[in-house]
């Protein structure tokens, strides 16, 4: 085997890792996290990690002296949509339906690059590919069938699922415009640096949030399962998959990554099997499969280049 094809298979294969270990997390172990405050959630998953990063990435402060305002801004604006706004919104999301339909919050977020292909069109002024129009509203239509199934949203008995749903789509707009951003930066810095100073930056963010909202004290009543589960995330699916996902971007084409990333809904489906024994009713089956496979064609005809991204929580 040659070594281009050793490092294709390990790039897809690190892809493919580290999607299915986004959803290991999002159907099994933030979920476990439901006992504390919604931001003081999003403030530990990144200051944990970023505590972290400072032991062995602590070089990259050499860059404060040589970033742009632009570029401080830039990274100022993906911390605050795709580490803050996003991770607050899928939290919420996980969070409101108390251990169900957590595979239907999951693979919503996957309607993220609809959001980043039109906000690249309005922001960065590139040209929407062809049949855009016609992927993007199959990916939304099959987006509210593997939601609702054929029944209408229910506004009156008090369900959290349509709250949920919207609260996945805001996350799912928040990581598209991250992604967006990011390519303002991406280009001048490291991954290993991006992804330092967005935790950095998150993390300040939401310090000052938990601190405004008076939500920091809460820390006191972290349990030591808590705790456990911020470790795992952490090492895992938190900063330890961020790192994972780029080493195999540096060493496999954007298709190929869009690909592997299918990992991630997948995986999300047979966790929550595994672990819940939920599973999808048949037209939500048929609904995601749609849907998926109209995200696979937006993703592979867009200008956008999936391996400058920052990729969400």
């Known amino acids: 085997m040659t070594s281009n094809k050793t490092s294709l298979i390990a790039g897809a294969l690190a892809i493919c890792i580290s999607a299915m270990l986004w ?73 409101l339906v108390e251990f169900r339909f957590l595979t239907i919050v999951v693979l919503l977020q996957k309607l993220q690059p609809v959001f980043a292909i039109i906000l690249a069109a309005v922001l960065l002024r590139e040209k929407l590919q062809k049949n855009f129009l016609l992927w993007a509203s199959i990916a939304i239509v099959a987006g509210y069938f593997l939601t609702f199934g054929f029944k209408l949203p229910d506004f009156q008995t008090g369900s959290k699922t349509v709250l949920a749903a919207a609260y996945s789509l805001l996350a799912a707009f928040s990581f598209g415009s991250a992604t967006v951003l990011s390519k303002g930066v991406l280009h001048k810095v490291t991954f290993q640096a991006a992804t330092f100073y967005r935790y950095g930056f998150t993390t300040f963010i939401m310090l000052l949030f938990v601190l405004a909202t008076g939500t920091i004290g809460g820390i006191a009543d972290a349990t030591p399962r808590n705790w456990i589960i911020f470790l795992i995330i952490t090492f895992t699916t938190g900063s330890g998959a961020i790192f994972l996902y780029y080493y195999g971007l540096r060493k496999v084409k954007a298709m190929v990554a869009t690909i592997c990333e299918l990992c991630f809904p997948l995986s999300a489906v047979v966790f929550d099997y595994i672990f819940h024994g939920r599973i999808l009713s048949p037209v939500q089956w048929a609904s995601a499969a749609v849907m998926l496979l109209a995200i696979v064609r937006l993703s592979l005809g867009g200008k956008t280049e999936p391996a400058n991204q920052v990729k969400s929580d």
């Not at 933030?30 to 400072?54: C, R």
């Not at 100022?76 to 803050?84: E, N, R, T």
């Open 23 to 95: 959803g290991l997390d999002g159907i099994v172990l933030t979920p476990q996290l439901y006992n504390l405050d919604i931001g003081l959630v999003v403030f530990v998953l990144h200051a944990l990690p970023f505590l972290i990063m400072n032991l062995f990435l602590f070089k990259q402060y050499r860059l404060l002296k040589q970033f742009s305002g632009k570029e401080f801004l830039y990274l100022f604006l993906i911390a605050l949509m795709g580490g803050a706004i996003g991770t607050l919104a899928i939290v919420k999301a996980l969070f």
